[in-house]
């Protein structure tokens, strides 16, 4: 039978995220239902598949074979996703780049650099006219790859 993209995907994620060593667990206390492992592949998939945290953890209902891949038991709450995405720290995510750098074994790399600015609310420019709020923007850097299409480092 041939396995789904979701499952390659998950897997090939798995790999990483082992070679990047991330731990299981961030603290000793804390609570073990889900694994960090489990965390970000799961929002790598929300992120894939372009949806909200409460319509992706409906889809992930139907995501049968994925969920038997990454052993869970119950599907998470949103908001477990939520807090989980807010507590990730960079120097995490650093380590995960890496190592799909890593992965894909390119020897010399040739990289591009491109900066872009994003709205940080959702509000539209004729509310925020209208009601005098200051537009906010955020300044995002990355270093990329270029053959590979590889992002190999961020600024935020």
Known sequence: ?????????????????MRARVPLYLHRKSNHIYTVWQHLILLAFRQYEGKSYRRFVDWLHEAYYLRMFLQ???????TTLQ????????????RIIA?????????????????????????SSYYMDRSGMRKRYVKLSICAELKEQLVSSYVR
Do not use: Q, W
């Not at 807090?83 to 650093?94: I, Q, T, V, W």
């Not at 799909?100 to 509000?123: C, P, Y």
């Open 72 to 78: 869970l038991d119950k599907v998470p709450h949103y």
């Open 99 to 123: 190592s799909f750098i890593l992965l894909t074994k390119i020897k010399r790399l040739f990289v591009g650099i491109d900066a872009s600015g994003f709205k940080s609310s959702n509000a």
């Open 1 to 17: 039978m041939k396995e789904s993209r979701y499952v390659k995907l998950a897997k090939t994620m798995l790999n990483v995220l």
């Open 83 to 94: 807090k989980f995405a807010a507590r990730m720290n960079g120097a995490l995510l650093y």
